[in-house]
């Protein structure tokens, strides 16, 4: 049974929602501009004491977005705080506004145009099961170590940030980052999913 959902979960969301890594390197964004946007949103998402889900569902719009059409350079940050904000109304209870997070001014109008394209280029499909929702997975079926869930953690944030992992599975991102996690910190083998799943 839980085979059977992590199966339906993954191939049917997170394969369909992952960017196109070659169709980025034809963009304007580059891996190192992306890096640099990426660590700027985790500052923010800090800041704002958001949810670790709206951190990653942010790059995957982000990621998505820039797969899909070209953006300027000096459209950066306001793509950069449309995906924050998007992504805080898609995860959080209470949602800052882009006004909150954009330190440049930008008019109203140009927010909302930069919205609205946003929302018609990712095709409304804002729906993703990001890494932390498979680390759950994991976490539970191992019997939910908090040390080793708490670091993987941080490296899922790590290797969000790092380029190269675009257009990875979020669950073998999650996957990956808890079985180094409990390398590290001598906790002994682990069966990787789905077999650990069970039937």
Same mark, same amino acid.
């Given at each position: 049974m839980a085979t059977r959902f992590f199966d339906i979960y993954e191939n049917e969301r997170s394969a369909k929602l992952l960017p196109d890594i070659y169709c980025m390197a034809n963009h304007s964004i580059s891996i &190192?501009? $992306?890096? !640099?946007?990426?660590?700027?949103? @985790?500052? !923010?998402?800090?800041? #704002?004491?958001? #949810? &670790? /889900?709206? =951190? =990653? %569902?942010? !790059?995957?719009?982000?990621?998505?977005? =820039?797969? $899909?059409?070209? !953006?300027?350079?000096? /459209? %950066?940050?306001? *793509?950069? @705080?449309? @995906?924050?904000? #998007?992504?805080?109304?898609? /995860? /959080? $209870? $209470? *949602? &800052?506004r882009v006004r909150d997070i954009v330190t440049t001014t930008y008019t109203l109008d140009e927010v909302r145009r930069a919205e609205s394209r946003m929302l018609a280029v990712l095709q409304y499909d804002l729906g993703w099961p990001g890494p932390m929702c498979f680390l759950r997975i994991i976490s539970a079926v191992d019997s939910v170590d908090r040390e080793a869930y708490s670091l993987a953690g941080t490296f899922l944030r790590m290797i969000t940030i790092d380029g190269r992992f675009v257009g990875s599975r979020a669950s073998l991102l999650a996957a990956g980052a808890y079985c180094l996690a409990r390398l590290i910190l001598r906790k002994g083998p682990w069966v990787c999913f789905p077999s650990a799943l069970g039937s």
């Open positions: &190192p501009i $992306r890096s !640099v946007l990426v660590k700027w949103v @985790a500052q !923010v998402h800090h800041g #704002l004491h958001l #949810l &670790p /889900e709206t =951190f =990653f %569902l942010s !790059v995957n719009y982000l990621d998505r977005y =820039f797969s $899909r059409t070209w !953006v300027s350079f000096q /459209e %950066l940050q306001l *793509c950069g @705080a449309i @995906a924050i904000a #998007l992504a805080a109304k898609y /995860e /959080e $209870r $209470r *949602c &800052p």
